[in-house]
């Protein structure tokens, strides 16, 4: 069980992440701030509760790995690696300049903590599962985590990847579908239907949980209980809000990419200090 | 190995394979189904835990691989040519090339083996796709001792690298293994001549091998060229063929566009031009039908090979009126192979 300080402390991480989000897109100018924002309060979880990680030692060969499948979620890794201390949060002042560290899309070997290079959609899992694969061959009791966004799930090769998760028995591999429901065309189920979301993982061999993606207490009792079946890989899908934390974004298609103009990012601003006085009070 | 003998390239791919995994522990074998075709029964059963079964995934399982790759291990992915290249391009491009994952393609059957089942199934694209990714090693050994040498290469190399390798079998070209001086990116003199080079990769190699030894018996100075690596190119080798012969001849089982003939005259445009012919296949998806009948129908037999160079010399070999001369026998030989389609 989450504490009541524990909770409010993971509040504070998830704050920090979000005000790093606001500050790459001040730098770039633009960017997929939904995305970011809806897997915030997961990513927060993972690292700064789960993952068994040393931010000093990001080649550490023990350590747990996190796979942003949804590489366009790049905000959201960026602003969580630097807020845990993989890297100067100065460094986030460089999005969108040429040649940066923090590409559009990540690049693993651009800077520490980054597990994979993602972007073209439907990667992520397969890259995970092979990571799974071999740390269960070399002995190795880490888990690899893979956020995955809802639209992705259209890509014919998760399906394949799921597949292969299940037959080889990886439990120590763990998808979290961010379900916002939206993607840059609309709803989600609208644009390619994906529902019985948690029956299509479990027929694929998966052990299954669904929970709210911003209750720290939720997501982090869902963690802990991994695998939730013996010999099979575990699959969480989380329900979203696109762009939490942003008061006029939150939940709107729009918002997918977001060029924001002076008034809307002095208007997120003064979202994220109303965020910061309800956890003091 | 013999001069001479011929070998079945999967089976020598899969025992080249298995030696190199007596010793190096980290090498793993992916297989998206018909892992037997690819050689690799000897593997799966000396080491059934080290073979990694994936059924008809072939997207899945390049990244399975690259993943694989960020723990330490080998892998070695092997499957029927297109469906481990054409199929999972971006695979390839993203999690193998800009991830720069220690992975090794293993294309078999590559090339018009499989020219009875059609054009689905022959591979004669594969090294154009995969050469341009950068970092992209591209080997397409000849023989089976470069063969060997090229799996042994392959897995020492660290960075992804593409293996290319037929299923007819194929002779030893060599005496012997000091007589193959093989290296990733290095190409091999067979034969020193001053009046033309002919250069053959991977299946087509014998036939150029063959060709070569017909033009040599007329007296014609044939320089001919193992090129095993497409990627990186030979620069000097290649550069200094052109400058001693003036002349240069390519043969593959490939699409000319991109492939062997492509690498080569993109390189010699620029660092030495000399006139080139290309022998391959040409812009167009080659009819279904027996081995050698189809490699006829793309004029890659040895006697049409021999009869490309034997037209390259005389066009050019006539001066003023050779040009004139060029184009008229290059109209005939095309008419006379639409003839025989």
Same mark, same amino acid.
Not at chain 1, 33 to 52: C, E, H, I, N, P
Not at chain 2, 40 to 63: A, D, T
Not at chain 2, 71 to 92: C, D, H, L, N
């Given at each position: 069980?989450?504490?009541?300080?524990?909770?409010?402390?993971?509040?504070?991480?998830?704050?920090?992440? %979000?005000?790093?989000?606001?500050?790459?897109?001040?730098?770039?100018?633009?960017?997929? &701030?939904?995305?970011?924002?809806?897997?915030?309060? $997961?990513?927060?979880?993972?690292?700064?509760?789960?993952?068994?990680?040393?931010?000093?030692?990001?080649?550490? *060969?023990?350590?747990? %790995?996190?796979?942003?499948?949804?590489?366009?979620?790049?905000?959201?890794?960026?602003?969580?690696?630097?807020?845990?201390?993989?890297?100067?949060?100065?460094?986030?002042?460089?999005?969108?300049?040429?040649?940066?560290?923090? *590409?559009?899309?990540?690049?693993?070997?651009?800077?520490?903590?980054?597990?994979?290079?993602?972007?073209?959609?439907?990667?992520?899992?397969?890259?995970?599962?092979?990571?799974?694969?071999?740390? %269960?061959?070399?002995?190795?009791?880490?888990?690899?985590?893979?956020?995955? +966004?809802?639209?992705?799930?259209?890509?014919?090769?998760?399906?394949?990847?799921? =597949?292969?998760?299940?037959?080889?028995?990886?439990?120590?591999?763990?998808?979290?579908?961010?379900?916002?429901?939206?993607?840059?065309?609309?709803?989600?189920?609208?644009?390619?239907?994906?529902?019985?979301?948690?029956?299509?993982?479990?027929?694929? +061999?998966?052990?299954?949980? %669904?929970?709210?993606?911003?209750?720290?207490?939720?997501?982090?009792?869902?963690?802990?209980?991994?695998?939730?079946?013996?010999?099979?890989?575990?699959?969480?899908?989380?329900?979203?809000?696109?762009?939490?934390?942003?008061?006029?974004?939150?939940?709107?298609?729009?918002?997918?990419?977001?060029?924001?103009?002076?008034?809307?990012?002095?208007?997120?601003?003064?979202?994220?200090?109303?965020?910061?006085?309800?956890?003091?009070? | 190995?013999?001069?001479?003998?011929?070998?079945?390239?999967?089976?020598?791919?899969?025992?080249?394979? $298995?030696?190199?995994?007596?010793? !190096?522990?980290?090498?793993?074998?992916?297989?998206?189904?018909?892992?037997?075709?690819?050689?690799?029964?000897?593997?799966?059963?000396?080491?059934?835990?080290?073979?990694?079964?994936?059924?008809?995934?072939?997207?899945?399982?390049?990244?399975?691989?690259?993943?694989?790759?960020?723990?330490?291990?080998?892998?070695?992915?092997?499957?029927?040519?297109?469906?481990?290249?054409?199929? *999972?391009?971006?695979?390839?491009?993203?999690? $193998?090339?800009?991830?720069?994952?220690?992975?090794?393609?293993?294309?078999?059957?590559?090339?018009?083996?499989?020219?009875?089942?059609?054009?689905?199934?022959?591979?004669?694209?594969?090294?154009? $796709?995969?050469?341009?990714?950068?970092?992209?090693?591209?080997?397409?050994? +000849?023989?089976?001792v470069e063969l060997v040498k090229a799996v042994e290469a392959a897995a020492e190399h660290v960075g992804p690298v593409y293996l290319r390798v037929g299923s007819p079998p194929i002779p030893v070209l060599y005496e012997s293994e000091a007589d193959c001086p093989f290296r990733i990116g290095g190409g091999i003199t067979m034969t020193e001549g001053k009046e033309v080079t002919l250069i053959g990769t991977g299946a087509a190699l014998p036939r150029a091998f063959e060709a070569a030894q017909t033009l040599r018996a007329e007296g014609?100075?044939?320089?001919?060229?193992?090129?095993?690596?497409?990627?990186?190119?030979?620069?000097?080798?290649?550069?200094?063929?052109?400058?001693?012969?003036?002349?240069?001849?390519?043969?593959?089982?490939?699409?000319?566009?991109?492939?062997?003939?492509?690498?080569?005259?993109?390189?010699? =445009?620029?660092?030495?031009?000399?006139?080139?012919?290309?022998?391959?296949?040409?812009? !167009?998806? *080659?009819?279904?039908?027996?081995?050698?009948?189809?490699?006829?129908?793309?004029?890659?037999?040895?006697?049409?090979?021999?009869?490309? &160079?034997?037209?390259?010399?005389?066009?050019? #070999?006539?001066? #003023?009126? #050779?040009?004139?001369?060029?184009?008229?026998?290059?109209?005939?030989?095309?008419?006379?192979?639409?003839?025989?389609?």
């Open positions: 069980m989450l504490t009541a300080a524990e909770d409010l402390q993971l509040r504070r991480s998830a704050l920090q992440i %979000r005000r790093n989000i606001l500050r790459l897109i001040r730098a770039g100018k633009a960017g997929h &701030v939904g995305g970011a924002l809806s897997a915030a309060d $997961l990513l927060t979880a993972l690292y700064f509760q789960a993952m068994k990680i040393d931010p000093l030692r990001p080649d550490w *060969p023990e350590r747990d %790995r996190l796979v942003v499948s949804a590489g366009h979620k790049s905000l959201v890794l960026y602003a969580a690696l630097a807020a845990r201390g993989y890297f100067p949060e100065d460094l986030l002042d460089t999005y969108g300049s040429l040649a940066s560290r923090l *590409p559009g899309h990540p690049d693993m070997h651009k800077l520490p903590g980054v597990e994979a290079s993602t972007g073209a959609l439907g990667h992520g899992l397969s890259i995970a599962g092979g990571m799974a694969l071999g740390l %269960r061959m070399s002995g190795l009791a880490s888990r690899v985590y893979v956020v995955m +966004g809802d639209g992705e799930l259209a890509e014919g090769s998760n399906w394949e990847a799921a =597949a292969a998760a299940s037959h080889h028995r990886l439990e120590n591999l763990v998808a979290i579908v961010d379900r916002n429901g939206l993607q840059i065309s609309g709803l989600t189920v609208e644009v390619m239907s994906y529902e019985p979301l948690e029956e299509r993982w479990r027929s694929f +061999g998966w052990g299954v949980q %669904r929970l709210d993606g911003h209750d720290f207490g939720q997501i982090l009792k869902a963690l802990q209980a991994v695998p939730f079946q013996p010999g099979r890989p575990s699959a969480i899908v989380a329900d979203t809000v696109k762009s939490r934390g942003l008061s006029f974004a939150e939940g709107k298609v729009e918002y997918h990419y977001w060029k924001p103009a002076p008034e809307e990012l002095a208007q997120a601003e003064r979202d994220l200090d109303w965020i910061e006085r309800s956890l003091a009070g | 190995m013999k001069r001479g003998e011929l070998k079945d390239p999967r089976k020598t791919f899969g025992e080249a394979l $298995l030696a190199l995994a007596e010793r !190096r522990p980290e090498i793993v074998a992916l297989s998206a189904d018909s892992s037997s075709g690819s050689g690799l029964s000897p593997f799966k059963k000396r080491f059934p835990e080290r073979h990694l079964e994936f059924g008809i995934m072939e997207q899945g399982v390049i990244g399975y691989a690259a993943g694989l790759a960020t723990t330490g291990k080998i892998p070695f992915v092997a499957a029927i040519a297109p469906f481990v290249t054409a199929r *999972p391009f971006e695979m390839v491009r993203n999690d $193998l090339g800009y991830m720069r994952q220690n992975v090794k393609v293993v294309g078999r059957s590559a090339g018009l083996t499989y020219s009875d089942l059609g054009p689905t199934h022959q591979s004669i694209d594969d090294v154009a $796709l995969l050469r341009t990714i950068p970092g992209m090693v591209v080997l397409v050994p +000849g023989d089976p014609i100075e044939v320089r001919l060229i193992s090129l095993p690596t497409l990627k990186p190119l030979d620069r000097d080798l290649l550069c200094q063929a052109a400058r001693e012969t003036g002349r240069i001849v390519t043969v593959e089982e490939h699409y000319v566009a991109g492939g062997l003939g492509g690498a080569v005259a993109e390189l010699l =445009a620029q660092e030495y031009p000399v006139p080139m012919r290309m022998v391959g296949v040409n812009d !167009r998806f *080659p009819p279904s039908g027996p081995y050698e009948d189809v490699l006829r129908d793309n004029g890659l037999q040895p006697d049409q090979i021999a009869q490309a &160079v034997r037209e390259f010399l005389s066009a050019a #070999g006539s001066k #003023g009126k #050779g040009r004139r001369g060029a184009t008229r026998a290059n109209t005939a030989g095309r008419r006379r192979s639409g003839a025989a389609r």
